[in-house]
């Protein structure tokens, strides 16, 4: 099983990126799916998370500017981010709680990360 993420990169203070993650391998079934970030110094934080139902839960510091979704059909997830701040910089790293097939208990898995940075 392996989560590939995407769509990274250097922005101006004000602008958008969109992050996507797809989860590929033998897959029998993804719960929670999500994005965590960790600056430099710092320890991971949740950004975001999403349901196989589509409920989803925001940090503090994104709510309103931050946007989770998942495309069930594709095990992808995605993070849509609006308004960036300096302080938004950090390495994205997504996360799903998944089954793989023959296995009978939930494992998670952690995508590679991929460097999100807001100049002022």
């Known amino acids: 099983v392996q989560l590939q993420a995407s769509g990274g990169g250097l922005v101006q203070a004000g602008g958008s990126l969109r992050l996507s993650c797809a989860a590929s391998?033998?897959?029998?079934?993804?719960?929670?799916m999500g994005w965590y970030r960790q600056a430099p110094g710092k320890q991971r934080d949740l950004v975001a998370t999403?349901?196989?139902?589509?409920?989803?839960n925001y940090a503090d510091s994104v709510k309103g500017r931050f946007t989770i979704s998942r495309d069930n059909a594709k095990n992808t997830v995605y993070l849509q981010m609006n308004s960036l701040e300096p302080e938004d910089t950090a390495v994205y790293y997504c996360?799903?709680?998944?089954?793989?097939?023959?296995?009978?208990?939930?494992?998670?898995?952690w995508g590679q990360g991929t460097q999100v940075t807001v100049s002022s």
């Open positions: 996360y799903a709680r998944l089954l793989r097939v023959g296995v009978i208990r939930w494992q998670d898995y």
């Open positions: 391998g033998s897959i029998f079934s993804i719960n929670a």
């Open positions: 999403i349901t196989s139902g589509g409920s989803t």
